[in-house]
């Protein structure tokens, strides 16, 4: 079994983090996007996307995106604390981690890719729509700053993959790639930020 990724990339990062929360090493194998690796013929025969992170199984099967990855390796583990243990915690941490990843992280790299033009050699990009992106990223910070008012981590009171989204989002899309002072203005995701970045996995 071997995981296809970029270090520097914040999806294969939330793979990463979440493989050191459970406490599990897997081989990698480095893809550079930016120079186009994940655009050849090989890696799209085994990845539908073309997009990293991918999970190569020992049977051939690949897996992609981020979530299904890290659901499989919990399952495989028999370790699904960051998803939730019962039926209640596993909503809410399901709930929390599509608003934070849809509202949040999708929306931010929409904003960084159509602002920056950094892919614009393989894709469309639309400068409107990243100052659109943009703005949703910043109406969603207080409602994830409320959330964070009445509760430790984002979906209740313990981690979970819901975390890792989300510190993906404020510390790289918010506080580097947009250059959004996501910690100044709101104080209940600077006192979880603060927290989660102290977490060993998070480092």
Request: glycine share 8%; hydrophobic share 40%.
């Amino acid at each position: 079994m071997k995981l296809y990724e970029f270090a520097a990339n914040p999806s294969s990062r939330r793979v990463g983090i979440f493989l050191k929360e459970l406490g599990v090493e897997l081989a990698t194998v480095q893809l550079d996007v930016r120079a186009g690796e994940n655009l050849n013929e090989e890696y799209l025969a085994k990845s539908i996307t073309g997009k990293v992170p991918m999970l190569e199984l020992d049977d051939g099967t690949c897996i992609s995106e981020t979530i299904a990855i890290c659901r499989y390796i919990a399952e495989k583990k028999g370790d699904l604390t960051l998803f939730g243990k019962t039926p209640v915690e596993a909503g809410l941490v399901e709930m929390w981690q599509r608003i934070v990843e849809l509202d949040g992280l999708y929306a931010g790299f929409q904003a960084f890719r159509n602002l920056s033009g950094v892919y614009s050699d393989r894709e469309r990009c639309v400068k409107a729509w990243g100052v659109e992106s943009k703005l949703r990223v910043q109406e969603f910070l207080p409602k994830l700053d409320k959330q964070l008012s009445s509760h430790q981590f984002i979906a209740g009171d313990k981690l979970s993959v819901a975390d890792i989204t989300g510190f993906l989002f404020v510390g790289i899309v918010c506080l580097k790639a947009l250059e959004i002072d996501a910690l100044s203005d709101y104080p209940n995701i600077t006192r979880w930020f603060e927290q989660v970045s102290q977490r060993p996995a998070f480092q």
